[in-house]
């Protein structure tokens, strides 16, 4: 190996395992993008639980532009978010694609104005962080390990998650709220 090959292989490692920690992270990540998610870019996004992009943002793998292999967990997240002849497509082609494509997609959630995104993120993040926390770590950890599992152990996965966010005071908060009527007001406390 050369010592460029041996210089990106290091910084491919460490930026994947900021990839993998953002997948097991407990907590729902959100990212908000506006202008060119190019490449890596593209990576941190699809990494990312929720995404909010800016009407003017624009997206492309680049990769093949540039010689190279997708990195950054691409080629695992954008098969299971757009289908794998999707993926082939923007791996293969690095075409360009606008914010309305991306959502049409499921690549990202919800399109704004530029001028809104900032607001639009903080709405968002703000709803997030007022849920119920180990709800969210719960629901998280269930939808990644889906894809690894069959139904039926999906299923025995959903009860044991189910049954320990009904040990919880943000539990008893939500069933409050519902029984009454209003806005459950959750803590994130055991």
Known sequence: KTILSQKFEKLLQNFHRIIINMH??????????????????VSLMAACDLAIASDDAFFTLAYCHLGVSPDGGSTYSLPRIIGLKRAFQLALLGDRFN???????????????RDSLLNET???SNKLAAGPSLAHAKTK??????????????????????????????FEEGVDAFI???????TGNG
Do not use: H
Request: aromatic share 6%; proline share 4%.
């Open 24 to 41: 097991t992270m407990p907590q729902p990540i959100l990212a908000s993008v506006r202008g060119a998610v190019a490449g890596a870019g």
């Open 99 to 113: 914010a309305d494509t991306a959502e049409k997609w499921g690549m990202v959630n919800k399109v704004v104005a």
């Open 122 to 124: 903080e709405i968002l």
């Open 141 to 170: 950890n269930l939808l990644y390990s889906s894809l690894e599992r069959n139904l039926e152990e999906q299923l025995q996965r959903e009860v044991k998650a189910f049954s320990d966010c009904t040990l919880t005071n943000d």
């Open 180 to 186: 009454n009527k209003r806005t459950p007001l959750f």
